[in-house]
């Protein structure tokens, strides 16, 4: 795993639009423990693998690639990084108005339970949660794999007194 507060990145994308509404940049970690069966991306489940990246150094290649684009983060999964991927988020929206979707194959519900993995979400707009599921897999679905996957609304969900998930309808 990254030391503290740098991310183990394995590669940026920029001016994608599989991974979120619109134009984005996806930054790919390394590393994941959730082992799902028919995993789009298992060459990424290795913790030791990429470059070390502070969130400053990422957030400059970000914005010299594609300076207008939004941002994705995904593995391997984010989560197993959370302090660097808070950072990064962090600087992302207050320096710069991201917009900034999130992949993890944990659930919303482990992640507001946690302390240390509930501290990403103040900075994150869509959190597309829970595991690849083979026999839930749907290629019909926009920005997700399986059926179980859902798009969450973190804002409106953060701010729901009842903690009720709010799914992620659209932008616009
Ligand atoms: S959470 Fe994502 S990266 Fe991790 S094993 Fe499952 S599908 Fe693969």
Redesign the pocket.
Known sequence: MAEQNTIRVIDIIFDTFVDGPGMRTTVYCAG?R???EG????Q??KFDQGTAMTPEEIMAAILEGSPSSNITFS???PLYQVEGFAALAKLAKENYDKNIWC?T?FLYEEIVADARLRQILPYIDVLVDG??VLAERDTSLSFRGSRNQRLIDVPATLKNPDGVIVPWTSWW
């Open positions: 994941c959730h082992f799902c995993c789009h991306n298992p990424t489940w593995g391997g999964d992949y194959g595991l690849f």
